[in-house]
């Protein structure tokens, strides 16, 4: 065993040469083709990665086991290179920052059949996405085993198509929150010995009935699978990488099962000051949220347009301003409880990793200079002041979506300039509910709300007054 200094992170280990436990071939050898491939692939550099299930070697199928027997060095984790140890030439310990280490692969280990070790598919979930990101898929070949995912469900007897993954690896367990829906069925990828018994509470607070099954060590001689029902009892402790399905009882909390906006407005945390149900849904249809996009939402309130806008797709982002600190509070429990997102803490970094959700305690136009820029804005709250509808068109890019609702005659009177002189739609939305009267029943009118939903183009709206 030597230390090799080439790979600043990495910690070398050279094992003897490849020894022979089975009688199947391994015809891995430098020259043979497969072992070949690695480095044969866009010119110069190629990586191969490889696949391990908990049966070592002994799952491996004949192109995993030639790449690995033909590599100059393999590097993996820990508990993935001790499945190989004894079959390789060499192994490397991956590094903490991943990605960095894979961008310098080129440099620090040219001209060397590389492999790489991944458990299960490492394309989910796994080091194969950050290789084909970082070096392109061209330079990488990926040869995968079955996922912890496909070994669950084979267990489960659940079809794959029909489960919702969560990780819960480098990601809040809020997350998981909207998945669990009546009658769903949930994987929640786990690193955390109390993986289960968290899942378990989040379960419970939210009313349902559910059996949660604890997969451990799936595909292994260790392999071990507990059912509890998801009570009021906490669960015991589980290997750090296991799978918890969740089996929801079917029943009631359809509502907030739906994917559609437009939660019934009970669902909310507020102090009344909310877009309301049938005008939150018009709202969301005029934002068309896309996943990835980033909206502002201006006078964020109750976080009703926020929340909804999070749950239209795990990837799509919000900046929430807000000047009232007991209105932001409801922003961020609302956008964790039904849109299992947890506010960025306030003064986090700007930019891709911040996180989907950012609230900014203050008041347009002031504090929106800076703000990362939008693909769509909804101004619920100050769009009579001078400057904030100028601001928000401002930064939209081509394609982007403006949308401000007016409840008073003076924030109308502005939306009627601006739709005069931008274009765009003005719509008044007028809803009534049979109430009660008496003995009878009528239609309560809320108050109408007048809406403008502008897109824009290429050329900047510059209007002339
Ligand atoms: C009608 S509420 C918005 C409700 C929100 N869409 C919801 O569904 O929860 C308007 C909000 O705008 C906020 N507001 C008023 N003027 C503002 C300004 N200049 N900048 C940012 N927010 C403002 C108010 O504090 C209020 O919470």
């Not at 436990?21 to 191969?48: D, L, M």
């Not at 070790?117 to 084909?132: E, F, I, K, N």
């Not at 989040?202 to 392999?223: F, I």
């Not at 799509?316 to 807000?322: F, N, T, Y």
Request: charged fraction near 20%; proline fraction near 8%; charge should be neutral.
């Amino acid at each position: 065993m030597t230390n090799n200094t080439r790979h600043p992170a990495a910690a070398i280990h050279v094992t003897p040469r490849p020894r022979r436990r089975h009688n199947h071939p391994v015809p891995g050898s430098p020259s043979s083709p497969e072992a070949e491939h690695a480095t044969a692939q866009a010119g110069a550099f190629g990586v191969t990665v490889v696949g391990i299930g908990e049966d070592g070697w002994d799952g491996l199928a004949d192109a995993a086991r030639e790449a690995l027997a033909g590599a100059d060095v393999v590097l993996g984790g820990a508990r993935q290179l001790a499945l190989v140890a004894g079959w390789v030439r060499a192994t490397e310990a991956w590094p903490r920052d991943l990605a960095a280490a894979a961008a310098a692969l080129p440099d620090t280990h040219a001209g060397r059949r590389l492999v790489v070790l991944a458990s299960g598919d490492p394309m989910h979930y796994g080091v194969g996405g950050t290789l084909t990101r970082v070096l392109g898929p061209g330079r990488v070949r990926v040869l995968p085993a079955p996922s912890s995912i496909s070994l669950a469900c084979a267990r489960l007897g659940w079809p794959v198509e029909g489960v919702t993954v969560v990780s819960t690896l480098g990601r809040p367990y809020a997350a998981i929150g909207p998945e669990l829906r009546a009658d769903a069925r949930v994987l929640v990828l786990t690193g955390d010995e109390d993986g289960a018994d968290r899942v378990r509470r989040l379960v419970t607070e939210r009313g349902l009935g559910a059996d949660l099954t604890v997969l451990e060590r799936l595909g292994g001689p260790h392999e071990r699978v507990r059912v509890h029902p998801a009570g009021p009892a906490a669960l015991p402790r589980h290997d750090r990488l296991a799978i918890v399905a969740v089996r929801c009882a079917p029943g009631e909390h359809r509502a907030v099962a739906s994917q559609v906006p437009g939660l019934p407005d009970e669902t909310f945390a507020t102090d009344g000051v909310l877009t309301k149900q049938e005008v939150r849904a018009i709202t969301l249809a005029a934002l068309a949220p896309a996943p990835g996009e980033l909206l502002w939402d201006v006078g964020a309130g109750s976080g009703g347009i926020t929340t909804e806008w999070l749950r239209a797709d795990l990837r799509c982002r919000v900046v929430a301003i807000e000047p009232r600190a007991d209105r932001a509070a409801h922003v961020r429990a609302n956008a964790e409880r039904l849109a299992g997102v947890v506010a960025s803490p306030a003064g986090a970094a700007a930019g891709a990793a911040a996180g989907r959700l950012r609230i900014v305690e203050g008041r347009a136009p002031d504090v929106l200079a800076g703000l990362p820029t939008p693909d769509a804005v909804f101004v619920g709250g100050g769009a009579s002041i001078p400057g904030v509808i100028d601001a928000c068109l401002a930064v939209l890019p081509p394609g982007g979506r403006l949308v401000v609702n007016a409840v008073t005659i003076e924030t109308e009177a502005v939306l009627v300039d601006w739709h005069r002189r931008a274009g765009g739609r003005l719509r008044r939305i007028a809803i009534s509910h049979a109430e009660p009267v008496g003995s009878f029943t009528a239609f309560r009118a809320a108050l109408p709300v007048t809406q403008w939903v502008h897109t824009t183009r290429s050329e900047p709206v510059i209007p002339t007054g």
